[in-house]
Nanobody
Framework: QLQLVESGGGLVQPGGSLRLSCAAS????????IGWFRQAPGKEREGVSC????????KYADSVKGRFTISRDNAKNTVYLQMNSLKPEDTAIYYC??????????????????WGQGTQVTVSS
């Protein structure tokens, strides 16, 4: 079974940090571009950040540039999203997704094949 599992979400105050993890089982992430996407209530799902299979290339949404960092440890079959300086508008369910192609640059949800169940991030005082 090919599966992605997100973890690390929770409640954090504005300005705080969280580190999300996306662990793969049933397949290796070595050959997959990975994306982090988020969806807030009543809003469309949006691409947050995407990373190439090697980890050498990344893309970030304008809203998170300078605050979020995507990384991967292929030896651990895990991708991370370090989120700093969190804002209330970052509140959403965060999903990781994998694409066997080359999707990191476009970071479009429509190109990603495998999805995790999501983890809730809430930024509030």
């Amino acid at each position: 079974q090919l599966q992605l599992v997100e973890s690390g979400g929770g409640l954090v105050q504005p300005g705080g940090s969280l580190r999300l993890s996306c662990a793969a089982s049933g397949f290796t992430l070595d050959y997959y571009d990975i994306g982090w996407f988020r969806q807030a209530p009543g809003k469309e799902r949006e691409g947050v950040s995407c990373i190439s299979s090697s980890g050498g290339s990344t893309k970030y949404a304008d809203s998170v540039k300078g605050r979020f960092t995507i990384s991967r440890d292929n030896a651990k079959n895990t991708v991370y999203l370090q989120m700093n300086s969190l804002k209330p508008e970052d509140t959403a369910i965060y999903y990781c997704a994998a694409d066997y192609g080359s999707s990191w640059y476009r970071c479009s949800e429509y190109e990603y094949d495998y999805w995790g169940q999501g983890t809730q991030v809430t930024v509030s005082s």
